[in-house]
């Protein structure tokens, strides 16, 4: 399943702003990723048409079974991605900005052997 790079910015921005504050409004996710909340509001109605997300009738957002797994992948290759950067000796700030951009573009096999890499110096 491929998504554009946006789309999976704003679903990795609900998982985690949900496992941070436990609840998700279109606000939350404008003032994560730095975008209007009009852009907000036209990419939750996009998303719930599409069946990525849920919206009840107190404007909290949660994630469907189809977007956790993309946000869950997103936010997988974003984690394994700065901490192998990091161990590499890239600053933090750095990683976690790079990481941001790698995540949408790494091919699977370059990913999986990068995990598997860390995997093997813990």
């Known amino acids: 399943m ?3 790079e946006s789309a999976e910015n704003y679903l990795e921005s609900i998982l985690v702003i949900k496992s941070d504050k436990g609840h ?14 009009p852009s907000v509001s036209v990419a939750m109605k996009n998303f719930r048409e599409e069946g990525y997300i849920t919206v009840d009738p107190d404007g909290f957002i949660d994630l469907t079974d189809k977007g956790l797994t993309i946000a869950k992948r997103v936010y997988e290759r974003h984690q394994i991605i700065s901490e192998a950067l990091m161990a590499l000796g ?21 990913f999986l052997k990068i995990k598997e890499f860390l995997n093997s110096k813990s």
């Open 2 to 4: 491929i998504i554009k």
């Open 24 to 37: 998700v409004r279109s606000i939350d996710i404008a003032n994560d990723l730095g975008v209007s909340k």
């Open 90 to 110: 890239v600053s933090r700030e750095t990683a976690l900005d790079d990481s941001c951009k790698i995540e949408h573009v790494i091919s699977e096999e370059s």
